[in-house]
């Protein structure tokens, strides 16, 4: 019997020869997304065979590069004899979205019912395969020449331009293979720039790579660009935290050249690290990895560039670059193919960066809907956009780095080990908690923490400004002098063997940063004469991890208390809109409108911003009465709790 | 008195206070071009006052930054006190050309008279300097987008296109001096590229380079691009003549990667160093020069660019570039500044390069005449045009270092201590010699070469076929065995302490390059039809020094025997072109057409050569008629001689 190696996750089967390699990996408790049934009709249950002998009728569907690199439907493969190995690309995400629990372990998923229903494939790079007339002494044209007038043959009248190693590459290249040479090319309608020419027909070994430069957090999807579909997705904290936790610390560091210098090569490193986990886990050559879209905070872009972000602090908070630069991975110290061309995601402002004009790309925003949306992404910052077709406002709050978990004694961010949801025991005050990936507890992450303080306000065991009731007894709740701080995880079950708490300090963090958000979406409102009840949607972006409980968070006030129909949670939309930047022309210049469109606001300058933002910083809020539901739960729960 | 310092010279001079800068000149032996004769009017005595005080009347004709910067005219310029430096800068070539005699001690000349009579100044590089206004808080406009825009609104509509260096040098410089910068650009009509941004106003420093790369000698000048002045000529032996004297043995040399590697560096070593003299000589920073135009042969630039020149060599002899690429200086190696555009003259085919389509811009053949012209470029190999404004046939022979010096034993290029000039006595045999710099002989370079032969053939020491004629004695022929040789400069009077001897195997060497030549030149003429009495113009070029003595050159059969009156001996006419190319688009415009009109003919493969070239083998002819009026003087001095 056959015996079947489904990778990444390393799942093995045996099966009777004739098997499809669909039905195999159903047994193997593998889902495999196929719409139509398997019909071989939706072309949705793509697999990669990377050994062993199968019997396949994916042409039709696949094209024939593809099938001969061992590209296959699942459902039109049966498995043959001997041992196999099939690698299901990640292309996670499919069942992800609104609040729906995701079934894949990575919790960075690419959503794909947040892409536009019709849009084109035309990725920053293409790759492209073509055939070079032999030199001839009469004609007295150039290598260069012969493949120019080739390229313009199929590609259109356009500008050229080789860099000197690819120069360097053409005399052999071109004789290789007899002239059959594939060009990888970044075309932008003036001109062509070749990234590289190899012999004969490598189009079906085409990556890109999308990175999101988070303050806090680096994530990076390896993208396979023949087929535009995600094959790794990796993320880690940001080396620079070790250098200050948020922007302006960061922009404070760098303060000489010195420390400039050091906190681009440490962004750089976290993401090189990254790019290479991620092809190194799919044997990918870096060479052949010949794009990259990096979105990111302006200040974030700026350190990474080496470029003084000092002025982005100063009044008038003026950024050196807002909208992308022509550069190569070689100039910005990408390990990729050297000559490949980066993309950067447009800023705004200063403090509304790229990250924010990829992550409207997955929203309402970006199309011409005339219903308002209100935008909100919670990470170090808090950036907000509202708006519709017509006009858009943009904004930033320094909301802090305690939903990913800086600042915060045992916070850490949506990791394996991290708490992600904890209720609280009204009676004992103990807690009952959730981690990513069932495993011991490490700490607690944004989800866990707005769970956490949603129950223990609910219970009552903190008040409405957070401290904790005094007079209520539990061995969870510690009383050191004027500070209180409570258990989450008792030392027998962590990972670490201490204690995982929470202080009053670190929820009063986490009250200033909910407070800030809030304060903020109610100004921007009002900027527009607008209420929360004349939002049709709120989309809510961040790194919670794999879901975020709506639920709570209008528990603590961090968002509106609307009906919940209205909110989609949308996770990491900056790595989505820039995976979508990265496949697509339509995208990248939707987001240049949207960039040049939207009007920034700056709070620092807003009088009324600090009073909205004090009187935010209570759960849910001073004014009660704007969360009504949360009135109503509280009550509830005392009402039971009294009788 | 004040005592003047005249660089680079060094010479000194006591005069009274009020007397002006030209008559000091002259009083201290310097000569300073005045055709105006004084009168400040036709801006040709411009100097540079380094230090001390003078009283200059230079405004009206020098622009006021030049003024401020302490470029004078001599003749409206009074020293007053003290101690005072002018340099001069080595405005060389105001009287080179047409055989005359320069009198400059730089043999690399600038011959304004080269250069048509109206051409406009538009070099490669620009400097401009502008205002740009403060950073709004209101227009949300990043750094890049005021600098580009105040750009634009005086440079009009263009893609500006920065590079990382530059990006990181914005955000200080923009703000240094009230957003008043100067650009350093390089503007192709369809965008800017920006290769430096530097605070205030530094038009004044302002410096490009052309670069003559041949295949035994290189020559660098630097260009005062603010007066399109040439400021230094530096030239020496190309470092990769260690490994093999001419372009095929290089070719094969560089069989493989390491080996192109090697003569890459080899030849971008010499460049450098020459640059690197050039601007120390006049403390100019490296980072300031920020252009550069190269012409070379074709194997010399793929030599240089490291681009596998072995398709050159092979059939159907293909290059891999024609037409220049655009590259920096960073990219190339080249020490200038590293984001400095560096243009390359274009090449016509595999064996006729950018040194000649830079050399005919000095020539009628880059004017509309129908004038037949014949340009020769006697360098390591030999190239020839022949044609007018309707056609341009070229070809090139290998001629051979011989005339550079190479595959001679005592043979140097044109550089101090070269015997440039050898009579003989027809009694005693004995040479009397002229060398370079009146300085105690070296080795003989290409002209000394043309004039000993002319003069041993002349007087009869040697015969027809270069052979010492056995029957006359002298002690300066030295017999041994089958060969025999003869010494031009006795060791007691040699800068070695050896003495300078020629042989008949270097005789030989040299009458194979002149054969390659003058057979050449008459292939071309047949395959258009013509006859050298057609020729209107003959242009010489080469580094044959100071000047050519044409009569010899006939006398040998280098060139036919036409009246005096058609030939221009033209120098480094590839330097020359170079330089008209750093200094205006005209010319690169020119240059491009002409590279594109010329049509190559294989010589190779042209049956009929090969016998033209065997009865070229002699001295001046096997069909002595060719040249009568050789005929004549060896005729007139046999008569002499025997009565």
């Keep these: 019997m056959p015996l079947i190696t489904f990778k990444p996750s390393g799942k093995t089967i045996d099966v009777p020869a004739g098997t499809e390699l669909l039905e195999a990996a159903r047994k193997a408790g593998i889902k495999i997304d196929s719409p139509c049934g398997g019909k071989g009709s939706c072309g949705k249950c793509i697999v990669h065979v990377l050994s062993g002998i199968v019997d396949s009728d994916s042409l039709g569907v696949l094209p024939q590069t593809a099938v001969a690199d061992g590209y296959v439907l699942a459902c039109k493969t049966k498995v043959l004899d001997g041992q196999i190995t099939v690698d299901i690309p990640e292309q996670v995400g499919r069942t992800g979205g609104k609040f729906t629990k995701a079934t894949t372990e990575d919790f960075n998923l690419i959503r794909q019912e947040l892409l536009p229903e019709r849009w084109e494939y035309e990725p920053l790079a293409i790759k492209w395969m073509i055939k070079v007339p032999p030199a001839k002494i009469e004609d007295g044209l150039s290598d260069l020449d012969r493949l120019s007038r080739a390229l313009k043959r199929e590609w259109g009248e356009c500008e050229i331009i080789y860099s000197l190693p690819v120069l360097r590459k053409i005399p052999d290249t071109l004789r290789e293979k007899d002239g059959m040479v594939t060009f990888t090319l970044v075309n932008d309608?003036?001109?062509?720039?070749?990234?590289?020419?190899?012999?004969?027909?490598?189009?079906?070994?085409?990556y890109g790579v999308a990175i999101d430069v988070g303050t806090t957090t680096v994530a990076v999807e390896l993208v396979y660009l023949f087929l535009g579909e995600v094959v790794a997705v990796r993320s880690d904290y940001n080396d620079?935290?070790?250098?200050?936790?948020?922007?302006?610390?960061?922009?404070?560091?760098?303060?000489?050249?010195?420390?400039?210098?050091?906190?681009?090569?440490?962004?750089?490193?976290?993401?090189?690290?990254?790019?290479?986990?991620?092809?190194?886990?799919?044997?990918?050559?870096?060479?052949?990895?010949?794009?990259?879209?990096?979105?990111?905070n302006t200040a974030m872009i700026h350190l990474m560039l080496g470029i003084n972000s000092e002025y982005l602090r100063l009044e008038p908070y003026t950024p050196t670059i807002r909208e992308s630069p022509f550069l190569t991975a070689a100039e910005v110290g990408l390990d990729i193919n050297p000559q490949s061309w980066l993309y950067f995601s447009p800023h705004v402002g200063s403090y509304v960066g790229g990250d924010i004009t990829a992550g409207i790309l997955c929203t309402d925003l970006a199309t011409d809907?005339?219903?308002?949306?209100?935008?909100?992404?919670?990470?170090?910052?808090?950036?907000?956009?509202?708006g519709n077709s017509d006009f858009m406002l943009t904004c930033a709050c320094s909301a802090g780095p305690a939903f990913e978990g800086g600042g915060i004694e045992f916070g850490m961010r949506a990791a394996l080990g991290a708490v992600e949801k904890a209720e609280v025991d009204p009676k004992t005050g103990r807690a009952h908690y959730w981690t990513i990936g069932n495993v011991k507890a490490k700490g607690i992450c944004g989800s866990g923490m707005i769970s956490l303080l949603a129950n223990l306000y609910l219970t009552g065991w903190i008040d409405a400004s957070g401290k904790f009731n005094r007079q209520m007894k539990s061995k969870y709740i510690i009383v050191e002098g004027r500070f209180a701080k409570y258990i989450i995880v008792p030392a027998?079950?962590?990972?670490?063997?201490?204690?995982?708490?929470?202080s009053e300090m670190d929820i009063e963090n986490i009250v200033r940063a909910k407070a800030a958000i809030y304060s903020a979406c109610n100004l921007m409102l009002e900027q527009v004469g607008m209420k929360f009840e004349d939002l049709s949607t709120?989309?809510?972006?961040?790194?919670?991890?794999?879901?975020?409980?709506?639920?709570?968070?209008?528990?603590?006030?961090?968002?509106?208390?609307?009906?919940?129909?209205?909110?989609?949670?949308?996770?990491?939309?900056?790595?989505m809109g820039t995976y979508m930047v990265l496949l697509?022309?339509?995208?990248?210049?939707?987001q240049l409108e949207l960039a040049r469109k939207m009007t920034y606001v700056e709070l620092n300058t807003a009088p009324a911003y600090m009073d909205q933002y004090i009187g935010a910083l209570f759960l849910p809020h001073t004014d009660i009465n704007r969360f009504p539901t949360v009135k109503k739960m509280k009550d509830d729960f005392t009402t039971k709790g009294t009788k």
Tied chains: 1, 2.
């Design 538 to 575: 709120v989309y809510i972006a961040g790194g919670f991890g794999r879901s975020l409980d709506l639920e709570k968070a209008i528990v603590i006030g961090l968002v509106p208390d609307l009906p919940r129909e209205k909110f989609h949670y949308i996770g990491n939309s900056s790595l």
């Design 492 to 502: 027998k079950e962590s990972a670490t063997g201490k204690d995982i708490t929470i």
């Design 584 to 590: 697509s022309k339509e995208f990248r210049e939707k």
């Design 369 to 386: 809907s005339k219903d308002i949306s209100l935008f909100i992404d919670i990470g170090t910052n808090g950036e907000l956009v509202i």
């Design 189 to 206: 309608a003036k001109r062509c720039y070749v990234i590289n020419i190899q012999p004969g027909d490598t189009t079906v070994n085409h």
């Design 240 to 296: 620079q935290i070790d250098c200050g936790l948020d922007v302006i610390s960061r922009i404070n560091y760098a303060k000489n050249p010195e420390r400039l210098e050091e906190l681009r090569k440490r962004v750089l490193n976290s993401v090189n690290r990254l790019i290479k986990q991620a092809a190194e886990s799919h044997n990918i050559d870096l060479n052949d990895i010949s794009s990259g879209v990096i979105s990111g």
